[in-house]
């Protein structure tokens, strides 16, 4: 047994059974391992970032980690963008990056670079494996710190001769760390607080959005008469009917401010005090009312799904019926196609217990409306305002949920970053149905000219946000890349389109002209 | 006059034209004030590697940086790859990254993330701007450090408030750094050397492989025999008929080996002692003679061509004619489109004065032979082993030499990585004629996996390095992104492609099924 079979036995000993991978030279070994080792799917992507995206999309979805392969630092560095999505999202992740061989290093040949210092701003764990004996330990740790609460980027650097030299054996499970129960003394101050009668905010991330927590929140809101809120871009949520009711933050920072107007005191679990995405000249970052009381039911690294079951207890009474989203869908759009037909016709067509890898940017606000009340689905975000993510999410949250429906409505900026992953839905015979709202434009960047003040934009500097010249012709990339495609000029045509696509399987992608 | 206008006129007064851009919200300040101020051109790219990609290439054509404009940390993640592939060339880059406004760092905004983290592996040179007022100054700072001998990557991050406040003036350029002279004891300790009669190897890199550098060159080896060697991936060369011969190292260790066997003593000027690109068990990194002496003429830092034309004299005697490649053009090929078939095709009707632009991978061997005796060109190579370079690269050339016909042979793999630069060609118009290499196959890897001893790879380790499941379709793809293309499967098609690519402007796509 040698350094790479070590570490991949060792991965699927500790559960985790894919591997996103773009291989080079020096990822050999662990790449011809897999053939002799059963239980690791190994999935090839194009371009790194597709693979983190991919193992991001896994992790949300499967509750358990992927792991990466990446060809030393440059292909880390290629992996960096989806992989900071993935940190804002909590996912647990074994990124996996091989480097020279350790006694190679000194000759700086020119694929050498600070692999640690490409790393780190992304890992919650970093680890360079120093021998072949010790890389299975190496990887049980790593598996460990990426699992452990709320979830992180666990990087493990594997330099080749620790692949390639004699090892012992695998190794087995360390013990799962956390997610570590909340502090009963915040539990009864948030009981406190809600029993104040004051104006109460409840804002929900991770586990507390999904399930038990979820339902446990609905009925402290029914007691308490508490605002139920989630981040404007939640890594994983149920959505849809029969789902109890969040209110989703809005985007600008003006917005927010509005919206949690009144509010006196707001219980974080999980999350923290919602602040503008970006500052603007003479708007405030921070959004909440100036005397708002703030209250950690639960920290990141602690269960909010028990924090809020147990702050239901504390609250006592009967137990009451939380609100329901009731199913009410939205009638199939006609005439010209807009974002809000795409929306109508989505939420209409798209079957139950969908999964929606959602990046669809300026076009996303009527698609979140229509969503509201259609059939339940987990809905997956953009965490970390990174664009190029939804294609690559949508790769692993399909291989996580091989039965389930993905849906991708993406920005036609955004999908031009990560396009790639198109190859691997077809490579893989993904169940994803991309939507590409092909509106030409970095739409968001026309609205944000304004707002920070940029005046004097003349021609040049507005040519920098559009994409009309040349026009990307969607469908002919994605036929290029093996994936069935389709153009969509009217709504007539959108709904055909994109009710033949919920009833085959396989990957389709829909250029939607809005 | 704001922050982003006396940074954006700083750079025009110290001579930097043109700006690679994937602009972001906290950017919008600096992309506003291209109108208002001239003398900027903003190029627009839809990833951020092409636009690092671009800005190596100008850099390594124009003698003089670009500037980039990125969004935040994960815009620049993007980037890193052709950054080390920049940094490997000692390419000067002007790396203008923007990030959030310097308050709002302190609310963990999505988009917040260790920025300078990202950036040091690359930067040669790295400051953010703590102010609106210190801007221009910094710029200038910038500029200088891009440029400084032999040139490299000056990071500079521009807070979106010190963009938008109010600034004082633009500032001047600063006074160069370097080249500096090589030192006279360095060229006194080569003149002995060469005057030893021991068998001498001169290794060149930089501007010793151009103009008067080469040529000084060629006269050293004329008069003493040396054999004259360039890296393996030289970043910019002068090849083709006229031109002095250099041998260009091969590219596997045990080739080097061979080719450096009885070599006494090896003249570095710019470069370091050749090694292995990977280590491979049991072979060896270095790969010079054992008692090989070593020398350097000059540094990276230091002026090689001065320093050759130095030793010239130093050397005495007649000024001799230095050997001259002639020009030996092949024929035609026909029947079977193959590696060679392409280079014969290439070599045979690209014209005088190209700049080729070469990421063949391992399609290369046969088009350097064929190029060896072709008409005069310039070579950029991929200089960091990070592939998805020679698209991007091949932006920024054709930027920087409009009058120039730039040709792109690239492997299939590696295009797929950075595809969004053709939208780039299409939109800028520019002259670029861009060859994939259709072998379906990360080939390289399938060579490798035998020479680092990778045993026991079965169906699930070679679907790793194989890309025709499913098969990428170039044409599509380029005809998607805006690039006129054609499908070439014999040597008579591709012929007939090329020659029409090379009596028309603007960019153009091959796809040859090799």
Chains 1, 2 share one sequence.
Not at 143 to 159: E, K
Not at 222 to 239: I, N, Y
Not at 362 to 387: E, K, N, Q, V, Y
Request: aromatic share 6%; with cysteine; net charge neutral.
């Amino acid at each position: 047994m040698n350094g790479a079979q070590s570490l991949v036995q060792t991965l699927v000993n500790c559960g985790v059974e894919v591997c996103f991978s773009n291989p080079g030279t020096s990822e050999m070994h662990f790449v011809a391992s897999v053939d002799s080792i059963p239980g690791m799917r190994p999935v090839l992507c194009l371009f790194e970032g597709v693979a983190t995206g991919a193992a991001d999309g896994y992790g949300r979805m499967a509750g358990k980690p992927a792991c990466t392969l990446l060809h030393l630092g440059p292909g880390l560095a290629n992996g960096l963008a989806n992989l900071h999505n993935a940190r804002r999202a909590a996912t647990p992740i074994v990124n996996v990056v091989g480097d020279h061989a350790t006694y190679h290093l000194q000759y700086d040949a020119p694929l050498t670079s600070d692999l640690v210092g490409f790393a780190r701003p992304v890992s919650s764990w970093l680890c360079e494996s120093k021998s072949s004996r010790s890389v299975a330990a190496d990887a049980a740790r790593a598996v460990q710190a990426a699992t452990a609460a709320p979830g992180g980027i666990a990087t493990l650097i594997l330099p080749a001769d620790t692949a390639w030299s004699d090892a012992h054996h695998a190794a087995r499970p360390l013990p799962a760390i956390g997610p570590h129960p909340a502090s009963p003394d915040a539990i009864d101050e948030c009981a406190e607080l809600l029993r104040s009668g004051r104006k109460t905010a409840i804002l929900l991330r991770g586990r507390a959005l999904r399930g038990a927590g979820l339902e446990a929140a609905g009925r402290i809101a029914a007691k308490t008469g508490a605002r139920l809120l989630s981040d404007t871009f939640a890594p994983h949520s149920e959505l849809g009917a029969g789902r109890v009711p969040v209110e989703r933050l809005p985007y600008f920072a003006e917005q927010i401010v509005e919206s949690l107007a009144g509010i006196e005191q707001m219980i974080l679990v999980g999350s923290k005090p919602p602040v503008s995405f970006f500052a603007y000249p003479g708007k405030q970052s921070w959004c909440s009312p100036e005397r708002c009381h703030f209250a950690q039911l639960a920290h990141e690294h602690e269960d909010g799904a028990q924090a809020l079951e147990a702050l239901d207890r504390a609250l006592g009474g009967a137990v009451p019926q939380p609100a329901r989203i009731p199913l009410a869908l939205p009638e199939l759009p006609t005439g010209r196609l807009t974002a809000l037909a795409v929306a109508q016709a989505i939420a209409h067509l798209t079957p139950d217990n969908s999964v929606f890898s959602d990046e669809s940017a300026t076009s996303g606000f009527p698609l979140a409306m229509m969503m509201s009340r259609a059939r339940p689905h987990d809905h997956l975000a953009l965490t970390g305002g990174s664009i190029g993510q939804g294609l690559p999410l949508a790769v692993g949250a399909a291989i996580a949920c091989p039965d389930r429906k993905v849906i991708c409505p993406h920005g036609d900026g955004g999908a031009a970053y990560t396009l790639q992953a198109l190859w691997t839905m077809a490579r893989e015979k993904l169940d994803v149905t991309t939507v590409i709202y092909a509106n030409r434009s970095y739409a968001i960047l026309n609205i944000e000219l304004q707002r920070v003040g940029a005046i004097g934009a003349g021609p040049k500097a507005l040519s920098m946000l559009d994409l009309h010249n040349p026009e990307i012709n969607w469908t002919s990339i994605a036929t290029g890349l093996g994936v069935e495609a389709s153009r969509a000029e009217t709504a007539e045509q959108f709904n055909a389109q994109y009710a033949s696509a919920m009833k085959q399987r396989g990957p389709r992608l829909i250029e939607a002209m809005i």
